[in-house]
């Protein structure tokens, strides 16, 4: 019988953790992994396979091609050799090892078939073809070996196999999945690192990435489990994009460890990308992490960016590498921006975060510092902007600042203030009791602050270095909107109440349901592979 990802959950999980997977296999070569689980709008049952989570292999009933120079050997005929590329036709498992030069593994099968790939210590060198084509299969599992060093190079300009543009190491047109419990080691001088023009699904194992276009590229979709990433790219870091249908390209990430170098975005969307746990550390990016809509649910998340940190928009800003324009005070549809958990924290040269739609902070704790350029501000939304929990702190620049509007159910303060990135900045109640304390990655001319403990009629003392402001709350906003997002004009004396926003852009309807998210539903034969 059949069992779908979630009876596999239900057995295995333990009453202290949630995890995504946790039997074990009798098969050899088993290792286990697990995911934590945050509040999510997104049912994982049908994002992932039960085989999807299973890297084990029998190695005694694998077919095992050991590669040599320009060709390989092998006791199986389900495979064929010619000029230094590795043809493999029949469903089955098969374990690499070795190294091969100015060669490929080519994957065509019936596309009914499905193919694991066990990389056992296996070096592929070339200069215009990818290291492993999948031209047809139904999916192709590659698997990191336990304690295996694996490294796949493309040095020169791809040149056309077929009527794709097969422009990566590793490269589908179907279905694809990487887990393992070994190491691969990607280098891509003119394309992208590994692409899916499906799925593309990651549940363990450790890689690192370098590649001079996208670092890990879906079509369809980009689902990552676990596991550890260290990518360094050209464009975008992470990039699921599909600009033939808007219910996919979306992006889903549970657990995981990433590093980030991209010079376009750290992680990007072109749909629904959502964040449930891991710990994610963008580095460098255009805008650290760009979708049509952004939930964030948990995990630790750090971001340096040189435009946006957050961008709810759906397409590349006129400014970024991929060039195309958009309209930066229109509020796109289906876009918006949920926080409900996790630690964010943003150091952005543009919008800290930027939503073409409604913000909603339910949980969490998020710190922004930046931007310090009068032209953006740390919080831009075109449609709504609430909290209602959670600790929120942000230090930027004055000319454009936001601050949330009169739907939040929390306290948000909005104060004008000088500082440097050496200035504390510290709220106190009137008895002197520190609620929090941050400081701040840059200079900062305003500050906007809300947590829990800020209620209407309280009095409250914002410290910045060694200029104090004293602040009563005779509503739960204090401070208005400042620049293109508001309508109460300048930044005025702060030192007294300045009201709610009002005459804002038009609201859209709350946050967007869920509905415009991907249908995942696979049917139970698939869900079980």
């Not at 934590?36 to 709008?41: E, F, G, L, M, R």
């Not at 699921?240 to 990433?258: M, P, Q, V």
């Not at 975060?353 to 931007?371: C, Q, R």
């Not at 997002?485 to 004396?493: A, E």
């Amino acid at each position: 019988m059949r069992k779908r990802t979630l009876l596999l959950l239900l057995l295995c999980t333990t009453i202290a953790t949630t995890t995504f997977y946790g039997c074990t296999s009798n098969a050899t070569s088993t290792e286990t992994s697990t995911a934590s689980v945050s509040k999510s709008s997104v049912d994982t049952s049908t994002m992932f396979t039960d085989r999807d989570a299973d890297n084990s292999y029998d190695e005694s009933s694998s077919i095992q091609i050991t590669l040599s120079g320009s060709g390989a050997t092998c006791d199986s005929d389900t495979f064929n050799i010619k000029d230094g590329t590795i043809t493999i036709s029949k469903e089955g498992t098969y374990v690499l090892s070795g190294n091969l030069e100015n060669g490929m593994i080519v994957i065509d099968a019936q596309d009914t078939a499905k193919i694991q790939l066990v990389l056992n210590g296996v070096t592929i060198t070339n200069q215009t073809i990818p290291a492993i084509y999948v031209k047809s299969a139904d999916k192709v599992f590659v698997t990191t070996a336990s304690n295996s060093e694996n490294t796949l190079t493309t040095s020169g300009t791809y040149e056309s196999i077929d009527e794709n543009n097969i422009d990566a190491v590793i490269f589908s047109k179907s279905d694809l999945t990487l887990n393992g419990y070994g190491k691969l080691t990607i280098h891509s001088d003119t394309g992208n690192g590994i692409t899916s023009k499906d799925d593309l699904v990651l549940t363990s194992g450790t890689y690192t990435i370098t590649a001079q276009k996208h670092g890990l590229e879906g079509k369809d979709s980009i689902r990552i489990a676990n596991g550890t990433y260290t990518i360094t790219s050209g464009k975008d870091g992470l990039h699921a994009d599909n600009d033939e249908d808007t219910t996919k390209g979306f992006l889903y990430i549970a657990d995981g460890t990433f590093t980030i170098h991209a010079k376009d975005d750290g992680i990007h969307a072109s749909s629904s990308l959502t964040i449930d746990g891991g710990t994610i550390d963008i580095q460098e990016s255009y805008e650290g992490i760009e979708g049509l809509s952004i939930d964030i649910n948990g995990g630790t998340i750090s971001v340096v960016s040189s435009d946006d940190g957050l961008n709810a928009a759906g397409r590349k800003d006129s400014s970024g590498t991929n060039g195309s324009s958009k309209d930066i005070f229109a509020v796109t549809d289906g876009a918006y921006i949920s926080i409900t958990g996790g630690t964010l924290t943003i150091k952005a040269e543009g919008d800290g975060i930027d939503s073409n739609g409604n913000l909603t902070i339910s949980g969490g704790k998020t710190y922004v510092s930046g931007p310090t350029s009068g032209g953006n501000g740390s919080l831009d939304y075109n449609g709504t902007g609430t909290i209602t929990g959670g600790i929120f702190i942000a230090a930027g620049s004055a000319g454009m600042a936001q601050n949330f509007d009169s739907s939040s159910t929390q306290g948000s303060i909005l104060v004008n203030t000088q500082g440097s990135s050496s200035d504390a900045i510290t709220l106190s109640d009137s008895n002197g009791k520190e609620l929090l304390t941050w400081t701040p990655a840059s200079s900062y001319s305003c500050v906007i602050i809300s947590t829990p403990e800020i209620t209407t009629g309280s009095t409250y003392k914002l410290t910045t270095g060694s200029t104090s402001t004293e602040i009563t709350m005779d509503s739960l906003i204090y401070g208005s909107s400042n620049g293109m997002g508001g309508s109460n004009g300048g930044i005025r004396d702060f030192g007294g109440k300045m009201g709610d926003q009002k005459g804002k852009l038009p609201n859209k309807s709350g946050k967007p349901s869920q509905d415009h998210l991907p249908n995942t539903n696979r049917s139970e034969e698939d869900n079980s592979l």
